[in-house]
């Protein structure tokens, strides 16, 4: 995938490109050479890039402008081809309720406004995070819509005609599928798929990468899907989130007229020499942030307990009934948190429920008889108390 932004470093303004092209007969992205008009310098940022020291995370409260930059509507974008004419549009980029919202308007003349938007600074080796739903025709984030085909939903990082891009892409007539590829420059790429089972427009997931000097290993919802080592980038790269669209037999698939929406609930970078615990995996300590400190969940009585940025976790354990069967395992929360269900060992993951903010998630499983479990609670924005509760074979 290529696309362009451009980004003024004191008097020095840098072009940018990335574009996904289709494939004459499959479904694959494609790299291919886009028009180089550079946008006027008025237009761009006044910031200089800098190389990024920590972590940070970003749960769109507001529209953080000197991290983001958003693509404006002053050159032709590379997607308007095959038909299609139309911009950036930078009032296509918005922030409400805790959601960052991407818009994208399609024409019954196949006039598209577009939406996209770039940190300022660039990222190098490190965890990359976003939870995010694929476009869909709701912008809200409690009600599901409707996927359709023509456009891309995508996050990925990109820096100089893709001397480094990592991406993870959803494509509108193939939902049930993520794109995970890495580019070193425009020749060289490596790319291949994966999926959870489900309609990634009708949910949110968590996309990840892990970045280093031999490997990018890619992740959803906390399950590696994909491993490359032949194409791993070096140059620190800009991160960045787009929505745009496509009218094309193979990648992305033909366009739809309408309006779509891409909702992203947070983003979040750790440097890899940043000392700091994955989200997916429990850790040792005997807390109850830590499976080997977990509290006890029965079915005779609820629990509560609250989350925020500096306590992002809980465990609570369980047992099945001597006959064992179905149960479930409930979390309700004001504002958003999520619920995993792990096996005796604390690791292995059998189910999880990553609904929007306010809803009630829950998993129902088949427990084995007499068995121990491990339930998680997972923050995910804001500061929820929640409840969690059990019901079916559980003591």
Known sequence: MRTRIAVKNLALTTALGLMLAACSSTTTPESTVEETA??????????E?????????????????????????????FWARDGLSGTWEPSNVT???????????????????????ATNAKHGYGTYEARMRASSSSADPSVAGTGTSGNISAFF?????????IDHEVEGQNPTT????????????????GGTGENLTQGFHTYRWDWTPTKIDFYIDGVLKRTTTSVVPTAEAHLMLNLWPTNSTGWGGKATPGT??????????????????????????????T???????????????????????????????????????SLTTGWNSDLEIYAADGTTLLGSSRKGKGSTDSVTLNLAAGKQYYARVVW?????????SASGAIR
């Open 38 to 47: 550079p946008a006027p310098v008025a237009s761009q940022p006044n910031v």
């Open 49 to 77: 890039v800098q190389n990024v020291a920590g972590s940070w995370r970003d749960d769109f409260n507001t529209l953080d402008t000197a991290r983001w930059w958003v693509s404006s509507n002053t050159w032709t974008p």
């Open 95 to 117: 922030v409400k309720d805790g959601f960052l919202v991407m818009k994208l308007d399609v024409s019954s003349s196949l006039v598209a406004r577009a939406a996209e938007l």
């Open 157 to 165: 990082n990109f820096v100089n005609d893709s001397e480094t891009e």
């Open 178 to 193: 993520d794109w995970m590829g890495a580019w070193q420059t425009t020749s060289r790429h490596d790319y291949g798929t």
């Open 260 to 289: 779509q929406y891409m909702l992203v609930d947070y983003v979040s970078f750790t440097p890899a020499t940043a000392t700091s615990t994955p989200t997916t995996a429990p850790v040792t300590a005997p807390t109850d942030d």
């Open 291 to 329: 499976a080997a400190g977990a509290l006890a969940l029965t079915k005779v009585a609820s629990v509560s307990g609250t989350l925020s940025s500096t306590d992002t976790q809980d465990w609570y354990t369980f047992t099945s009934t001597d006959l064992g069967g179905q149960s479930t395992v």
């Open 380 to 388: 995910s924005s804001r500061t929820p108390s929640y409840t969690l």
